[in-house]
């Protein structure tokens, strides 16, 4: 068995305050000179806790942020940090900032990756790797990297204060983590293998949490509440998700949906929804594969209460021909990392389960 661990970042803090520490953090890494690559509105909201930071006398270049995580973006930060002799780069933002300055840094000879996200979105302040994409924003897969993350901190209280679709995409994205990685991990020759059942026990734990206090989690962001079920559910989107791929490698990375939500960029009507959104979906389409009807009524009313789209109707899909639903399923049947997953399954059954699937729901909405 081809198992390689990787579990997180060198160092993980999660608290009230935790911001106002951060100089004292780099210098202990005895970092002096840092390009801050950040985005627009999410900097406004998280400038207030940087500012000890940009006074501290650690030489800060700030760099916007291009929009989409591309080859060409993480080249461009690479030469910047080289530029300017940097011995780290600070991400500020959401997944995608977060994975160009995981790369870059990764890339680049002697520089750490410092993040401070400023969404709960997915797990990508976690993760050794990114997901890339064109500029237009098509889908090209993720690469993986041998620098793990050198600091990630997260600061509650700026968590809260972002877009709560976001947050409930995030939430989605989290608890697909069980769905995409039991019919793999619950495999016999995988019970014996002690980190496949540490990624298991993992993605169940993203279940459990989601579970029991998702609704608490979004009551708490809609009402601006910093509250305990809001930090255990962020912690368990950036955090614990990040531990079951970590964990389990290729066999608990993705399935079926995160090939659906990998392949269906390719349709611009899909750009306006989240990374979370899309793989909503595709775990809907997985479990109709695998016939588990019943656990798609559970994730329905879940959605539901969450305004998660069920149908490629909801994704602004439903013009769709069935040729071009084949062509869709051929691409995400053949879909790299599914096939490393072990995940068997024909592009005929996954047309017939995105048909059934729309079916299914057009027929269960009330």
């Known amino acids: 068995m081809a198992l390689v661990v990787r579990t997180g970042p060198q160092e993980y803090e999660c608290r009230e305050g935790v911001l106002k520490t951060l100089t004292e953090k780099l ?43 591309t080859y060409e973006e993480v080249e461009r930060l690479s030469s910047i940090a080289e530029q300017f002799e940097a011995d780290a780069i600070i991400g500020v933002g959401g997944g995608k900032i977060m994975d160009a300055v995981k790369y870059a840094a990764a890339k680049t000879a002697g520089v750490e990756s410092i993040l401070v996200p400023t969404l709960a979105s997915n797990c990508a302040p976690w ?104 930090v255990q559910v962020c912690e368990t989107i950036i955090s614990i998700s990040g531990l079951v791929g970590g964990f389990g490698d290729s066999y608990a990375r993705t399935t079926i949906g995160h090939a659906v939500h990998d392949k269906i960029t390719v349709f611009p009507e899909t750009h306006s929804f989240l ?24 994730l329905l009313a879940f ?13 602004g899909l439903n013009y769709l021909t069935i040729e071009q639903i084949a062509a869709f399923s051929t691409e995400v049947a053949a879909d790299k990392n599914l096939l490393e997953s072990a995940y068997v399954v024909s592009n005929q059954a996954i047309q017939e389960a995105i048909s059934a699937l729309e079916t299914y729901v057009r027929h269960t909405i009330k």
């Not at 809260?160 to 991990?185: C, M, Q, R």
């Not at 020759?189 to 059942?197: G, M, V």
């Not at 990374?275 to 588990?292: D, M, P, S, T």
Request: hydrophobic residues 45%; contains cysteine.
């Open 27 to 69: 210098k202990a890494r005895t970092i002096h000179q840092v390009i801050l690559v950040h985005g627009t509105a999410s900097w406004q909201k998280a400038l207030p806790y940087l500012t000890p930071l940009l006074e501290s006398g650690i030489e800060v270049k700030q760099v916007e942020f291009a929009g989409e995580c």
């Open 127 to 230: 993760t050794p790797l990114s997901v890339m994409y064109s500029a237009d924003g098509v889908c090209l897969g993720f690469d993986m990297h041998t620098k793990q993350v050198g600091l990630l901190v997260v600061e509650p209280a700026l968590l809260l204060d972002s877009p709560v679709n976001y947050f409930i995409a995030g939430i989605a994205d989290t608890l697909a983590k069980w769905y995409e990685t039991d019919k793999i991990l619950s495999q016999p020759e995988h019970q014996t293998n002690a980190f496949l059942l540490m990624a298991r026990s993992a993605a169940l734990n993203c279940k459990v949490n989601i579970s029991q206090y998702g609704r608490q989690a979004v009551k708490a962001i809609e009402s601006q509440t910093l509250t305990t079920a809001f």
């Open 275 to 298: 990374h979370g959104e899309k793989v909503a979906y595709g775990i809907l389409v997985q479990l109709a594969v695998e016939e588990k009807w019943t656990e798609v009524d559970e």
């Open 303 to 315: 959605y539901d209460e969450l305004h998660l789209p069920k149908s490629l109707m909801d994704l």
